[in-house]
């Protein structure tokens, strides 16, 4: 089924997630691009990251992309929680916590159901995608070849956490915020003081002092680039499902299972696939410090931090040719082993 503009939908009827709660009539919004082939081969799974659907991310995919379309079968979808797929600004029962491990279970089941898909060439994610690639790592060995965790981690870290949490609060303190992430209305002013915020941590201090901001969309100076670029982006969300994505992001962990209850290293060393790390190098959510860590548990691994001052947005370079052309020769190579 296809919904207004053009995606498709798949349903999971009376889908449980991992709090115990029941998500009724779950809803996967994606999109795909390029060609399956017959053999289902040349599948790449690409999840969304934090308050981003499809049309944020796809402008890396191209026969001269970052992930080329004319080569592989790409499949986006669409995280809970980003206003596409189920989200609490739908008003339809979301549970209180939906975790990164809920989405690739929903992922999977849509793999196989829609496409009859049982195993992929590569998961890509950036950021909370790359949380994704890490699950999909952890939880469905057998069904992955490889992932690229691009400016991600396996377990959201202390720091980040502390991050995430002031997010929250900045949420929370809005006069429109009623409690369990839900607002009367929209919280205008606490949206706006989001994006003010998530401006001095998405980029680093380098990119800042050595005013790498200049001419980023149009900006002659700094309070110009703010405004332009940070202002209003979260402005387009609903604050009900920036809550739902930071509480995510905060849970952040492949461990947090029966499985491995717990045991970061013994989930680590369970992966089977070929693993690409990639941080950048002057990330402040997910530091180079937090892969070097995981990469003494992996057992096919390769760090390759992308060395610039872009900070968070370094794995995300839109903006910014030198870090795409790096992102987009590692990711070639990789994909060609």
């Given at each position: 089924?296809?919904?207004k503009?053009g995606?498709n939908?798949?349903?999971l ?7 115990g ?12 691009y390029?060609?399956l ?7 790449i ?6 308050a ?5 991310i ?17 499949i986006?979808p669409?995280?809970f929680?980003?206003?596409?797929s ?11 916590l ?29 950021s ?10 952890a ?9 690229v ?8 870290s202390p ?11 900045i949420l929370?303190a ?5 409690g ?5 209305s ?13 401006a ?11 005013q ?9 100076i700094?309070?110009e680039?703010?405004?332009?670029n ?6 387009m969300?609903?604050?009900?499902d920036?809550?739902?994505?930071l ?13 491995f209850?717990g ?12 693993v ?9 959510y ?26 968070h947005?370094?794995?995300?370079p ?10 987009r020769?590692?990711?070639?190579d990789?994909?060609?082993?």
């Amino acid at each position: 089924m296809a919904d207004k503009n053009g995606a498709n939908e798949f349903f999971l009827q009376d889908f449980t997630v991992e709090s115990g709660e029941s998500f009724p009539s779950a809803k996967l919004v994606w999109k795909t691009y390029g060609t399956l082939s017959p053999d289902k081969d040349n599948v790449i799974l690409y999840p969304t990251s934090f308050a981003a659907q499809d049309s944020d991310i796809d402008w890396l995919i191209g026969p001269d992309g970052i992930l080329d379309s004319s080569r592989w079968f790409i499949i986006i979808p669409n995280m809970f929680g980003n206003g596409l797929s189920s989200s609490p600004s739908h008003k339809n029962g979301y549970p209180s916590l939906v975790t990164a491990a809920d989405n690739v279970r929903a992922q999977q089941r849509l793999l196989e159901e829609q496409f009859g898909i049982t195993r992929v060439k590569c998961v890509y994610g950036w950021s909370m995608g790359a949380q994704q690639a890490y699950h999909w790592a952890a939880l469905f060995p057998d069904a992955v070849e490889s992932i690229v965790v691009n400016c991600g981690s396996a377990r959201t870290s202390p720091h980040n956490k502390v991050f995430v949490q002031g997010m929250m609060a900045i949420l929370e303190a809005a006069p429109q915020y009623v409690g369990n992430g839900r607002f009367s209305s929209r919280p205008e002013a606490a949206l706006r003081a989001f994006g003010r915020v998530y401006a001095g941590w998405a980029l680093s201090q380098e990119f800042y002092r050595e005013q790498k901001y200049l001419g980023v969309g149009g900006a002659q100076i700094l309070d110009e680039y703010i405004a332009k670029n940070w202002d209003g982006r979260f402005a387009m969300r609903h604050g009900s499902d920036l809550h739902a994505h930071l509480n995510t992001w905060l849970h952040g962990d492949i461990s947090a299972n029966a499985r491995f209850g717990g045991d970061l290293a013994a989930a680590l060393a369970a992966i089977q696939c070929r693993v690409l790390l990639m941080p950048g190098a002057t990330d402040l959510y997910f530091r180079v410090a937090d892969n070097e860590l995981e990469l003494k548990h992996l057992r096919n691994a390769r760090l390759t931090p992308i060395p610039s001052v872009w900070g968070h947005v370094a794995g995300n370079p839109r903006q910014n040719p030198a870090d795409a052309a790096f992102v987009r020769a590692r990711v070639s190579d990789w994909l060609a082993v």
